[in-house]
């Protein structure tokens, strides 16, 4: 090859580069972009996350009020002319309708808020700290069933515990193993409140947390008495979105969220056993070496 040639050559190679490098630079300015949008979503959704509590918090109020103004208002219908109480029927049902619809997409955005800064999780660094176990499972466990209780009075279950009160505390991400608890306490609830409606008084939801330090180690572990998961679906459980909950209801996204957590920032491990009808158990291995 002669020197024109090659000059030729390393100006087409130098050209290649440079469209590379451009590629590069825009891809670069295009990551920074997505890590601003996300910061800044992140930064709405935990302001839009306060209000839409307090709306949905005095809609369900507003709804309590509407049933004991109802209740006055039957006590009176004797005393009130036939238009004027027809003409009030039709105003409180017309509120209970639109109180309920009001708290549907109030409940709805809600979910899709917390599912959302649930994901943006990755944004954010994780903080390592030195934690209690046996404190950190039973104080979030007992949490998440409050939250349940919150909406259904007569959900009730009893909590059997066995803590390894040998553990020392491990370095762990402190929010991020508490919003796995809450997940997997949350799905047992569901699931026994499913099997209540079957079994009725014959059946007594219980969840049993235990935990226990093995070499490397500590071993979480929650289970429940509920309807138990199909072998069939048991695969798909930590795939992103699958959820059996009626439409609406499940993001599907606590289980693979949790496996996030658990696998890729605490390098451990997350395993399901089940039994239709029987029990659900998740066993969590935390790696005792994190910092
Ligand atoms: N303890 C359990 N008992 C029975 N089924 C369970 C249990 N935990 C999870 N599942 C099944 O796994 C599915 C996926 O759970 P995941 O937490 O990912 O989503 P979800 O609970 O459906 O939705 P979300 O967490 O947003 O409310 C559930 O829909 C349910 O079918
Ligand atoms: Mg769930």
């Known amino acids: 090859m002669d020197q024109p040639d090659k000059i030729t050559e390393t100006e087409e190679q130098l050209v290649l580069l440079k469209a590379e490098l451009e590629d590069i630079k825009l891809k670069f300015i295009e990551s920074d972009k997505l890590a601003f949008i996300g910061r800044l979503t992140a930064g709405i959704m935990h302001e ?6 307090f709306i949905n918090n005095f809609t369900k109020q507003s709804q309590n009020l509407n049933a004991e103004i109802s209740e006055i208002l039957d006590g009176l219908s004797d005393k009130l002319d ?7 029927n039709d105003a409180r049902s ?22 959302m800064l649930a994901q943006m999780r990755d944004k954010q660094e994780t903080v390592f700290e030195l934690t209690d ?7 979030f466990a007992k949490l998440a069933y409050q939250g349940v209780r919150g909406n259904d009075k007569e959900f009730n279950l009893t909590f059997k515990t066995d803590y390894d009160l040998t553990l ?14 809450i997940n997997l306490v949350n799905n047992a609830c569901y699931a026994l409140n499913e099997k209540k409606k079957t079994h009725k008084e014959s059946f007594s939801p219980e969840i049993f947390l235990a935990t226990k330090k093995l070499d490397d180690f500590v071993e979480i572990r929650i289970r429940d008495n509920g309807s138990g998961i199909p072998q069939t679906v048991i695969d798909k459980l930590f795939t992103p979105f699958f959820s059996t909950k009626p439409k609406g209801q499940g993001t599907g996204l606590g289980l693979s969220l949790s496996h996030d957590i658990i696998t890729n920032i605490h390098k451990g491990k997350i395993e399901i056993s089940s039994k239709e009808n029987e029990y659900t158990e998740f066993k969590i291995l935390i790696p005792t070496n994190l910092s």
């Open 48 to 53: 839009i996350k306060n209000p839409l509590n």
């Open 94 to 115: 017309m509120l209970a309708g639109n109180l309920s619809r009001i708290l549907e997409n109030g409940e709805r955005a809600q979910r899709i808020v917390f599912s």
């Open 82 to 88: 036939e238009d004027t109480l027809a003409d009030l």
């Open 168 to 181: 020392v505390p491990i370095n762990l991400g402190l929010q991020e193993i508490s919003r796995v608890i």
């Open 133 to 139: 176990v046996n404190n950190l499972l039973d104080e």
